[in-house]
Nanobody, 130 residues
Framework: QVQLVESGGGLVQAGGSLRLSCEAS????????MGWFRQAPGKEREFVAA????????YYADSVKDRFTISRDKTKNTVNLQMNSLKPEDTAVYYC???????????????????????WGQGTQVTVSS
């Protein structure tokens, strides 16, 4: 089992910034990836960003590219999401996710699907006011 604990959500005005963090603990794996998803009320959970743990390759949804940055801290087993130039449409519950499937499948595009991830955090609310 893997436990994921998110932190850093909150209320911010449009144009502001927030930094989310997710610490992973529990079972260790030789290769894996982590990602961030979000879900607004009445909408499906959507991909935000992902990072492979070993190589550090990153992926972003078009809606957040050039505004959000995902990074990892191997010493702390933590993945971060720096969110800049926030917009009201970024308002959602943000979830950290952990992928332990085949990395070949991950790189071919499964990083984009929430169904591919094996473990999830409890979520943290991000609210952007206009």
């Amino acid at each position: 089992q893997v436990q994921l604990v998110e932190s850093g959500g909150g209320l911010v005005q449009a144009g502001g910034s927030l930094r989310l963090s997710c610490e992973a603990s529990g079972r260790t794996f030789s290769s894996y990836a982590m990602g961030w998803f979000r879900q607004a009320p009445g909408k499906e959970r959507e991909f935000v960003a992902a990072i492979s743990w070993s190589g550090g390759g990153t992926y972003y949804a078009d809606s957040v590219k050039d505004r959000f940055t995902i990074s990892r801290d191997k010493t702390k087993n933590t993945v971060n999401l720096q969110m800049n130039s926030l917009k009201p449409e970024d308002t959602a519950v943000y979830y950290c996710a952990f992928y332990v499937g085949p990395m070949g499948i991950y790189y071919s595009g499964s990083y984009y699907s929430w169904r591919a991830y094996d473990y999830w955090g409890q979520g943290t609310q991000v609210t952007v006011s206009s």
